[in-house]
């Protein structure tokens, strides 16, 4: 209890219109149904920001309903994207990983897995890092931006004809799949082009210390595949964990995390 998590971590605060055009620019190629959730939540996340100038200017103090709207607003906003992962965090074996064949379930979990990838405090870190020598206080925003850009990835991949759902199980009992506060991470991510930017994706989210979710784009091999891990497997993808995790990593016991504590690069 009490671990990994910040209060009010995913408040918004006021920002100016160099964000506000930058919020609209990255939702402005997202299609279908959701475009219209997007449009609205910029909509009242600028009403809100207008709102609140407007109440500092007049009483020099933000009322206490906006105060709450602040610290609190994306939380039930959070909370029903959480609960698109309930598909794929039960998946124990190859049947499980079905639901993808549902259009709606698809895009719900694949929009999830993008946002448990950009959500987290590490990619807030990065993306204020890449800006900060820019006019836009990506700060500011990043909490409406995390959920844009999950929505775009998860419309990108979606509709990607290559896409492999790997339900992955190890066959021993000798190590466990160990996770961190980056729970979804690209296992590929460092491989880069000429921009900086990744090549490629492969998703690889651990579920529990014995079962992993890994989203591939490969050519070739069947759309549904379970595959049981040797040690050596598992040590390789822990290993890509403990380079990736920010300021937690989570075993399932003590042994295991001595040992890869000692391993980061």
Not at 111 to 130: A, C, P
Not at 215 to 222: A, H, S, V, W
């Amino acid at each position: 209890m009490k671990v990994a998590q910040k209060r009010y971590f995913n408040k918004f605060d006021k920002f100016d219109k160099t964000e506000l055009d930058f919020l609209k620019h990255m939702s402005s190629n997202i299609k279908g149904p959701i475009k219209e959730t997007i449009n609205d939540l910029v909509n009242d996340i600028s009403i809100f920001n207008e709102l609140k100038k407007l109440q500092e200017e007049i009483a020099n103090e933000t009322p206490e309903t906006l105060n709450e709207l602040e610290k609190n607003g994306f939380e039930l906003l959070h909370t029903t994207i959480e609960g698109h992962g309930r598909n794929l965090i039960s998946c124990r074996k190859l049947t499980d990983l079905y639901f993808f064949n549902d259009a709606e379930s698809k895009f719900e979990a694949l929009m999830y897995l993008s946002f448990q990838y950009f959500r987290t405090k590490k990619q807030k870190d990065s993306q204020i890092e890449n800006f900060k020598d820019t006019q836009l206080n990506i700060e500011k925003i990043y909490n409406v931006l995390a959920i844009i850009s999950a929505i775009r990835i998860a419309q990108n991949i979606s509709f990607d004809p290559n896409i492999h759902y790997n339900l992955l199980e190890i066959s021993n009992n000798e190590i466990s799949f160990i996770t961190c506060d980056q729970p979804v991470i690209n296992l590929i991510g460092d491989e880069l082009d000429d921009e900086g930017g990744a090549k490629d994706l492969i998703f690889y989210y651990p579920i529990s210390p014995k079962y992993a979710i890994m989203i591939d784009f490969k050519p070739e091999g069947e759309k549904f595949q379970h595959k049981n891990l040797k040690t050596e497997d598992v040590e390789k993808l822990n290993l890509k964990i403990v380079n990736e995790y920010h300021e937690f990593l989570f075993s399932d016991t003590d042994e295991q995390l001595k040992n890869y504590t000692q391993h980061r690069v």
